[in-house]
Structures are given as C-alpha cells and as structure tokens.
C-alpha cells in the first residue's frame, strides 16, 4: 500500500511510442564486477513485502539540482515520513565549469561520473556525516555510467507504487533497465516539441518543415539550447539519425536557419526565445515545455504546442539508489516519493520540472491540459550515450561554429 493512496494507482494507458533503437542499456550496463557496496552498504532487498518498508533511517541524504525544491522537499518529507532529509546542489549545466561555492555531493557516487567530464566533485564521505547518497536524480547523460559501473542498486520495481504512476512513455524508454533489472525511477521530462501561435494557424502544423520550408524568417525561431535537443530536430527535419547524423548535411541544413536562431536561456529569468514570440517576431519555432509555459500563462501568447510526424525529442532523468548508501531503503522511499501526484506537481510548480506521472487534482485543469502529452506521436530519446561517443560535442561545437558565422571544418 502506498502511504495514503490505499494501495496502488492503475497504470496510465498510452498509445505513444518510443523509438526501440535506443536500447543502449541492455548491452551497456553488467553490474557485479564494479559492485561498490561495503560492510556499512547493505543491500536492496529484491522483493518488498508491504509498503512503506521499514527503512529504520532517521535520515536520507539525496542528491538533486534544485535550490527551491530541495528546500521544500526537505520539510515535506519530513512531515509526511519523520526521516530527514539532508540536500545537496549536484548538477553543474556546464560540464567544464567546477563547482564553485555549492556544497560538494557526499561519498563515492561521485566515481560514477569520472569518466563525464568532472560534472562532480570527488569528496571524501567525511564531508557528509551520514556517509553516502541514498538517492540521487539524474539524467540519462549519466544513469547508464553509473549502471555500467556498479554503482546503482536494481529496484525492486514491482513492489513500488510509483513505478505504475508513470506514463508509458518513459516506462519504455529502455536507458533505465539491464538485464530483467530497473535501476532508476523516472521523475522528470524535457520534450522539445513544435510550437505556434494558434492566431496565426488555421490548423496546427504537423512537420518540422514548418520551421525551414515556406515560411519568411522574421517569424520562425528555433532556440539553439542543446540540453532540449533543438539541434537534434534539424536531423529529423533532414531525414538523419539524431543519434549520429551527417553532420555536413546538418551543417547546411542549419545554416539556413542562422537568421532564425536564438539562445533562449542566457537568461534563466527570462527567455529570449519567449521574448520573441511575445512581440510576434516569430509564431512557429521550437521550444522547450516550461518556455512554453511562460508564454502562455505567464505573457498571454496562445502558444499551442504538437509532435509532429516526424517525432519530438525526448529526454527524462531518473531517481536512483546508489549501492554506496548506507540507508538504500530510505532511498528507495524518497524515489516513491518523488513520483507522487502532489509532490511532481509542486516540483512543476517550483521549478517547472515537467512531470513524469499524472498530478490529478493537484494542478488547475489549464495545467492539467497543458502536461497532458499527445497520445499521438513518435518520440526520439536524446542521443547523449546513444549514438558515437562524440556525438553531443560536435553538436555543441557545430551550433557555435553557426552561431559565430565561422565556415565549416
């Protein structure tokens, strides 16, 4: 039973699809040989007998990378589990930048990420008391490293309430099991998908060519942002494989959108690329959801947004619990957690992370409709693992050669 659910929810029914190419897990990650668990590391049980467990934590120490969530999560955890929460900052969006002043995630996940360009930082489990991560959220950049690695237990998925919360869309989604196991539980989206502005369209566009073909410049926009996979949409515009396209037919394709192209988060408190359609400089492009979002209830924009036939990019991150942890089911309960109806729908609320499962009543029916996802459509996984190890760095150095109106190679 979940804790105030009285017992579990019924698995939402969908008709979207994910592409099945995208099946790096199952080759990628054979856990046991790198298995990081110690006298004080006790193991996930593979089956839970009843729910809530019995965890026999006073404490939880999780890793995310939102201030204001963090914030409100502790104290509501805390309320509803009396176990505590301890926080920490560990996502840095420039894999180059170091961390600076954030407090440094705690214990030995940190080793899952070595071979990811130092997104975190290597400390010594001294610097957190309670030892290790019990949880820790990321992104599917990262999960299969760490399954590969050892360092994530498998999760007694079929025990757990909110496995059957989330949509089938990331259920399928594959990044998240190897071998018959579940090493992550989703708990946030990112889809790019086609926007427009409903006064300007008679009927909503349904291909990507919306942005290229017929349209006059000053009123298309396409934000160059790589984490939500804009560059990913011009290789299927051009008929290539996002995880390893051509990248000179990219090139050109791209080109002739440079008049079109504008880095929408420079300024996280305010997008350019909304900005734009909020003096009708543009009314078809693409977008992030939360973007989206902004426009419309936020500026008035009657932004409308579709998958078109081509298929949407799509990325999520996932709950995990690090073999490191010294409390895996108090991990695992904060994993649950997370996915809960009232929980997704506050982290929408503090930081328009797009939720993973329904939030029933726990948003205004205006929102409800706005993150209720086509039934309809073909998703692509963003490429990160899934394509030539390279694949994400030529993209990023491909936009700002373009950007910076430098020729090609």
Same mark, same amino acid.
């Given at each position: 039973?979940?804790?105030?659910?009285?017992?579990?929810?019924?698995?939402?029914?969908?008709?979207?699809?994910?592409?099945?190419?995208?099946?790096?897990?199952?080759?990628?990650?054979?856990?046991?040989?790198?298995?990081?668990?110690?006298?004080?590391?006790?193991?996930?049980?593979?089956?839970?007998?009843?729910?809530?467990?019995?965890?026999?934590?006073?404490?939880?120490?999780?890793?995310?990378?939102?201030?204001?969530?963090?914030?409100?999560?502790?104290?509501?955890?805390?309320?509803?589990?009396?176990?505590?929460?301890?926080?920490?900052?560990?996502?840095?969006?420039?894999?180059?930048?170091?961390?600076?002043?954030?407090?440094?995630?705690?214990?030995?996940?940190?080793?899952?990420?070595?071979?990811?360009?130092?997104?975190?930082?290597?400390?010594?489990?001294?610097?957190?008391?309670?030892?290790?991560?019990?949880?820790?959220?990321?992104?599917?950049?990262?999960?299969?490293?760490?399954?590969?690695?050892?360092?994530?237990?498998?999760?007694?998925?079929?025990?757990? /309430?909110? +496995? #059957? =919360?989330?949509?089938? %869309?990331? !259920?399928?989604?594959?990044?998240?099991?190897? @071998? $018959?196991?579940?090493?992550?539980?989703?708990?946030?989206?990112?889809?790019?998908?086609?926007?427009?502005?409903?006064?300007?369209?008679?009927?909503?566009?349904?291909?990507?060519?919306?942005?290229?073909?017929?349209?006059?410049?000053?009123?298309?926009?396409?934000?160059?942002?790589?984490?939500?996979?804009?560059?990913?949409?011009?290789?299927?515009?051009?008929?290539?494989?996002?995880?390893? /396209?051509? +990248? #000179? =037919?990219?090139?050109? %394709?791209? !080109?002739?959108?440079?008049?079109?192209?504008? @880095? $929408?988060?420079?300024?996280?408190?305010?997008?350019?690329?909304?900005?734009?359609?909020?003096?009708?400089?543009?009314?078809?492009?693409?977008?992030?959801?939360?973007?989206?979002?902004?426009?419309?209830?936020?500026?008035?924009?009657?932004?409308?947004?579709?998958?078109?036939?081509?298929?949407?990019?799509?990325?999520?991150?996932?709950?995990?619990?690090?073999?490191?942890?010294?409390?895996?089911?108090?991990?695992? =309960?904060?994993?649950?957690?997370?996915?809960?109806?009232?929980?997704?729908?506050?982290?929408?609320?503090?930081?328009?992370?797009?939720?993973?499962?329904?939030?029933?009543?726990?948003?205004?029916?205006?929102?409800?409709?706005?993150?209720?996802?086509?039934?309809?459509?073909?998703?692509?996984?963003?490429?990160?693992?899934?394509?030539?190890?390279?694949?994400?760095?030529?993209?990023?150095?491909?936009?700002?050669?373009?950007?910076?109106?430098?020729?090609?190679?």
């Amino acid at each position: 039973m979940d804790e105030a659910d009285g017992g579990r929810s019924p698995r939402p029914l969908s008709r979207r699809r994910v592409l099945k190419s995208v099946g790096v897990a199952a080759g990628a990650a054979t856990v046991g040989g790198g298995h990081l668990l110690s006298r004080d590391s006790p193991e996930m049980p593979r089956r839970i007998e009843s729910w809530p467990p019995d965890t026999g934590a006073a404490t939880v120490v999780t890793g995310d990378y939102y201030d204001q969530w963090s914030t409100w999560a502790r104290e509501a955890f805390h309320d509803r589990t009396n176990i505590e929460v301890r926080s920490y900052r560990t996502f840095a969006w420039d894999p180059s930048r170091s961390l600076g002043g954030r407090e440094r995630p705690p214990g030995v996940l940190s080793r899952a990420f070595e071979r990811v360009k130092g997104l975190f930082t290597e400390p010594s489990a001294r610097d957190e008391p309670d030892g290790s991560f019990d949880n820790v959220v990321t992104t599917t950049d990262f999960l299969p490293r760490a399954m590969d690695d050892g360092l994530l237990h498998p999760l007694p998925a079929e025990d757990v /309430p909110s +496995f #059957d =919360r989330v949509f089938d %869309v990331f !259920r399928s989604v594959g990044v998240h099991r190897a @071998d $018959g196991d579940v090493f992550g539980l989703p708990v946030e989206a990112q889809l790019t998908p086609l926007v427009y502005n409903a006064d300007y369209f008679e009927r909503p566009p349904d291909s990507w060519s919306a942005l290229w073909d017929g349209a006059d410049q000053s009123e298309v926009l396409v934000d160059t942002d790589v984490v939500y996979g804009h560059l990913e949409i011009a290789a299927l515009y051009a008929d290539e494989d996002p995880r390893d /396209p051509d +990248f #000179d =037919r990219l090139e050109s %394709v791209l !080109r002739r959108q440079r008049p079109k192209l504008v @880095d $929408g988060h420079d300024d996280r408190e305010r997008s350019a690329a909304v900005e734009r359609f909020v003096a009708e400089d543009a009314v078809v492009g693409s977008l992030s959801l939360p973007a989206v979002y902004e426009a419309r209830f936020e500026r008035g924009v009657p932004l409308e947004y579709v998958v078109p036939s081509e298929g949407a990019i799509l990325n999520c991150s996932f709950s995990a619990v690090p073999t490191a942890s010294k409390r895996p089911l108090a991990g695992l =309960r904060y994993a649950n957690w997370l996915c809960r109806p009232e929980v997704a729908a506050r982290r929408w609320e503090l930081e328009r992370a797009v939720p993973t499962v329904p939030v029933g009543d726990h948003a205004s029916t205006a929102v409800r409709e706005f993150l209720a996802w086509a039934d309809e459509g073909e998703f692509h996984l963003k490429p990160h693992l899934f394509g030539p190890d390279e694949t994400t760095t030529r993209y990023r150095r491909l936009i700002q050669r373009i950007e910076e109106g430098e020729d090609g190679d």
